[in-house]
């Protein structure tokens, strides 16, 4: 921040010199031509202090800042009342959120999953099984959204990184609480809280943010399997109907406490805790026209699932003499999740089934980061850091067919233990050449190992590094008012989750190539990332943006899940497969009306369309896309403010098609179009009502894919899961 500050001192008073010595040096000075508005009085002195204030002020991360960021104010985060983080990051420009039965979703940017997509909190990745989901948007302070790596983060972000901050600003005397309601048309309902306190005691401050919500839901979904033999002839023609009922709850607290020292220093103490449960009852009634009849005609399966998660961290911020900042900071955490599934067929079923599996995972750790800072000289600031941790994590599996042990020789089930050391090691210069040229230097070593054990499988290592040379530029063209260019070098990767490197086989009930057992591959390696991102912005008033961004990442050791038949059963596993190319393009604007018309209402518009291309080299062309690529998706949203009402409008577009997975596997991705609009009113400055409308085009979420199978043909599967439309209210008193 010294720097930023610096740069806008720089800037500032480069701009007061131009205004009060206009000639170029080089030039001889002139005379100046009197003329009658000389005799006219001149400004107060005071008033152009004013103006210089104002201009501090107004410093914008996104344009004023070097490295590339999206900053997502609590303001746009709780702007439609938004239950979930996923349902928030859906308007963010470059972020797509998909979903196959409308319930979560995977968070991807430039069309990449989550395994491209960095996710954070507070800086820091969340442990193994953390739903994203079941972040409320309340304890949320800002969302930050990178497009090139930086050296402070992980480089284990080769689409981008997200990431979230949890509330940090303290308000005095702030007492806020939200109550809502929602409800959709296909029978999904549940209320909602959030809690909001904070204040100051003398050099002490406090802040609690609290949310919880419960859905219950009913619904049904229909699935289509047919097959065809190799000329054209319908083999089998099937349809799967399940209805479900299930609910969902979950728990948010993010408490904080500050202490501003003696000596200036600021100590921090912030924990975030997460509960949340997921049940479901559904029960699947299976129909064959052609061919012979599904294994299990009737089945009915019943999850049950719990997740937990915490941390808590102490964070120390010593200044030091000559601007120089030290900030370190020492964190806990943990988590559980556990599962259990029950598949069973009704009595005197021809092929009978009672299928029992129950699933415990335990997540502990210790973090551990720091970062020193200093401002050599004016408009150069230097910072080295570390960030290393260690984790651990325990599972355990016991599966009963008909009250027996499916593993006799495992009385206690199958267990594993995986622990994972990181370290990581980095140096970043932020230097500003001149007051409109800046350049970003970064370097990060990180290592990460691995070590899993358990009683079905020998025990394996794993070690791998990756050294992360960063560059980014900002130029600010002249003789331009508000015209800017970036340009970005990074170099990323993607590591292989430990779930990934464990050989233990995850079963099917009906296994089929469509369906096929799961199983690790302890010697996947990292997928490493070389990228280039430029970009082009164009400011011409408050709040109005035109800006073009072009990116390209070239990935070797690219990994993809191989569906093969092992002589017993069909089996996926994740295998390096050959080198992927991904390119992407996107355009944005946003601007209130009146940088357009004069004297227009207060109304503000914001468009943004992304196009992304990818191709990978170990699958045949074409539609061969990287990671199930969404290849164009749009945003589109209007606000206006009149009085004490505000209300607006967002539409998302998602266009679909076709992607080769392999040689004998595709999917098919269906296009997606989302409305959404809300409505506030403010009754006084402390109550306001606040309703939203979600899918407001009523569309059900599909999915297709199709498999080429020997001795069978090809495998067609579709499906089809209604939503409906969400209607959301909400009640916010301020006391």
């Not at 009149?642 to 209300?647: M, P």
Request: aromatic content about 8%.
């Amino acid at each position: 921040m010294s720097f930023r500050l610096t740069s806008i001192r720089l800037t500032l008073l480069a701009a007061a010199l131009a205004s009060t010595f206009p000639l170029h040096a080089q030039e001889a000075p002139q005379q100046p031509i009197a003329k009658a508005d000389d005799a006219k009085p001149q400004p107060d002195p005071a008033m152009q202090r004013v103006e210089v204030k104002g201009s501090a002020q107004a410093y914008d991360p996104r344009r004023d800042d070097t490295a590339t960021k999206i900053v997502v104010s609590q303001e746009e985060i709780v702007k439609y009342g938004d239950t979930s983080v996923t349902d928030v990051l859906k308007r963010v420009p470059g972020i797509t959120v998909n979903s196959s039965n409308g319930r979560g979703g995977e968070i991807r940017m430039r069309g990449l999953g989550a395994g491209y997509t960095q996710i954070l909190i507070n800086g820091e990745r969340a442990p193994a099984g953390f739903s994203i989901e079941s972040l409320a948007p309340d304890v949320i302070e800002r969302i930050e959204v990178l497009r090139a790596a930086s050296a402070e983060f992980s480089t284990q972000s080769v689409a981008g990184t997200i990431n979230i901050v949890l509330k940090k600003a303290i308000r005095s005397g702030q007492r806020e609480v939200k109550v809502g309601m929602r409800r959709t048309s296909s029978g999904m309902r549940g209320p909602n809280v959030n809690l909001q306190l904070s204040d100051k005691v003398g050099k002490m401050s406090y802040s609690i943010s609290g949310s919880g919500a419960q859905e219950r839901f009913e619904r049904s979904g229909i699935v289509f399997e047919d097959a065809f033999d190799g000329a054209g002839l319908q083999t089998q023609a099937r349809s799967t109907v399940g209805a479900e009922d299930g609910s969902f709850t979950f728990f948010n607290l993010a408490p904080r406490l500050n202490w501003n020292l003696e000596n200036g220093d600021t100590l921090t103490s912030q924990s975030f805790l997460n509960a949340g449960r997921f049940k479901t009852r559904t029960n699947e009634t299976a129909s064959t026209g052609i061919g012979a009849p599904a294994f299990y005609p009737d089945l009915a399966l019943a999850n049950d699932m719990k997740n937990s998660f915490y941390r808590t961290e102490l964070n120390w911020v010593h200044k030091m003499d000559a601007g120089a900042k030290l900030d370190m900071k020492l964190g806990v955490q943990g988590g559980r999740n556990d599962s259990t599934q029950r598949r069973i067929t009704p009595a005197g079923a021809v092929r009978p089934l009672d299928n029992l599996i129950v699933s415990e995972g335990e997540d502990r750790g210790v973090t551990s980061t720091g970062k020193y800072s200093k401002t050599i000289f004016a408009g150069h600031a230097l910072g080295v850091g570390w960030d290393g941790g260690y984790n651990t994590r325990d599972d355990t599996r016991y599966e009963t067919e008909a009250g027996l042990p499916v593993f006799p020789g495992l009385p206690n089930g199958e267990a594993f233990e995986a622990q994972v050391s990181r370290l990581a090691l980095y140096a970043q210069d932020e230097w500003s050449l001149t007051p409109r040229l800046s350049v970003y230097l970064g370097a990060r070593w990180e290592g990460i190992r691995t070590r899993t054990s358990g009683n079905t499988f020998d025990t394996g290592r794993s070690r791998s590094s990756v050294w992360s040379p960063v560059l980014q530029t900002l130029w600010k063209i002249p003789e331009t008012k508000g015209d800017q260019v970036r340009f970005a070098v990074t170099r990323t990767y993607k590591a292989p989750n430990v779930s990934s490197l464990i050989p233990r086989r995850q079963t099917s009930v009906d296994n089929r190539s469509t369906d096929p057992d799961y199983q690790g591959n302890p010697n996947l390696q990292p997928e490493l990332a070389l990228g280039f991102d430029a970009s082009y912005e164009h400011y011409w008033a408050e709040g109005a943006l035109l800006s073009a961004s072009a990116s390209m990442r070239r990935i070797d050791g690219y990994t993809r899940y191989l569906i093969d038949f092992d002589g017993a059963r069909w089996v996926a596993m994740p295998m390096n497969a050959g080198q992927a190319v991904t390119k992407s393009l996107e355009l944005e604007a946003k601007f209130p009306l009146k940088a357009v018309f004069e004297g227009a209402p207060a109304i503000d518009l914001r468009a943004s369309v992304s196009r992304n291309w990818s191709e990978v080299d170990g699958v045949p062309g074409p539609d061969n896309r990287l990671d199930g690529q969404t290849p164009l998706s749009a945003n589109f949203g209007i606000d206006y403010k009149v009085g004490a009402v505000s209300t607006g409008a967002s539409f998302a577009y998602k266009e679909g098609g076709l992607v080769r997975l392999s040689e004998r596997q595709t999917s098919y991705i269906e296009t997606r179009r989302d409305l959404e609009a809300y409505v506030l009113y403010k009754f006084s400055p402390r109550l306001q009502l606040r309703v939203a409308g979600q899918n407001l085009l009523n569309q059900d979420f599909r999915s297709r894919s199709s498999y080429l199978e020997e001795g069978r043909g090809l495998v067609l599967r579709s499906g089809s899961y209604p939503v409906g439309v969400t209607l959301r209210a909400t009640v916010e008193a301020k006391f």
